[in-house]
């Protein structure tokens, strides 16, 4: 199931790009137009699908919701390497990615203060 959110993702961002991509695909929209802000301010665009290196299914507890997160690794556009956590949950009963952002070294999680020590962040990609 969160493979295939992962799929359905990159597959949009091949044909539509990044335009309403947090609306389209992010169960947090807000986070994610930041986080999408963001990443274009760097210049940086997801590059080929991202390969899927880790799947763990995270059972909810008082604080967070059930999750299952994808440890993904990929190039950006620009060549650089990137591995991301992607994280997935039932949003109404239908599987959403939490972010959608996935190609920023972004950690997840359960504490964002302390991302996963994994996580590869590409640098700035824009020209100087």
Not at 18 to 28: I, L, M, Y
Not at 35 to 42: E, I, S
Not at 59 to 64: I, L, V
Not at 115 to 124: D, I, L, M, R, W
């Amino acid at each position: 199931m969160a493979e295939s959110v992962l799929a359905e993702v990159v597959a949009g961002i091949g044909k539509n790009g990044v335009a309403d991509f947090c609306s389209k695909f992010a169960r947090s929209t807000g986070t994610c137009e930041t986080l999408l802000k963001n990443a274009l301010g760097q210049c940086l665009l997801p590059g080929d699908k991202p390969i899927v290196k880790q799947s763990v299914h995270l059972p909810a507890t008082d604080t967070y919701e059930e999750t299952w997160q994808l440890v993904v690794q990929g190039r950006t556009l620009d060549g650089q390497k990137y591995v991301s956590d992607f994280p997935i949950v039932l949003a109404a009963g239908v599987p959403k990615a939490v972010l959608g952002v996935y190609w920023t070294g972004q950690g997840y999680g359960r504490n964002m203060d302390d991302p996963p020590k994994y996580t590869v962040p590409p640098q700035n990609a824009c020209p100087r």
